[in-house]
């Protein structure tokens, strides 16, 4: 399951729904919840969170919850091209072999760390 963070645009997400992955959107299902509530329904799901917000970077190293796989996302809004093919790759690849990692994705490299 695909867990979508409030902060992430619509293109994102029609994006990977039109792919038929599962998800759910937070701005659409639970608008306003706390970071440590949306990690909590990341668990619940054995999701993987797409975010734009680097406190979730935070949550994981500082606090210790690593049982959630991360990609966050760094990128010149609205320029999709800069790591649209970055992003649907990191996406295939956690669906065929499902590790938690924390991935960051921006323009120029893919950066990922096993938690």
């Not at 306003?32 to 993987?48: A, F, N, P, T, Y």
């Not at 917000?53 to 990128?75: C, M, N, P, W």
């Amino acid at each position: 399951m695909i867990v979508f963070d409030e902060n992430i645009e619509r293109y994102w997400i029609n994006l990977i729904q039109n792919l038929g992955y599962p998800s759910i959107s937070i701005a659409g299902m639970f608008p306003g919840i706390s970071d440590r509530q949306v990690v909590e329904i990341v668990k619940s799901h054995e999701g993987l969170l797409i975010t734009e917000d680097k406190d979730f970077g935070e949550l994981i190293f500082a606090h210790g919850f690593t049982r959630v796989s991360v990609i966050f996302l760094r990128y010149d809004q609205p320029q999709y091209h800069q790591i649209e093919k970055s992003l649907l790759k990191c996406v295939k690849d956690h669906f065929d072999n499902p590790t938690k990692m924390f991935i960051i994705i921006s323009k120029t490299k893919i950066r990922e760390i096993s938690l």
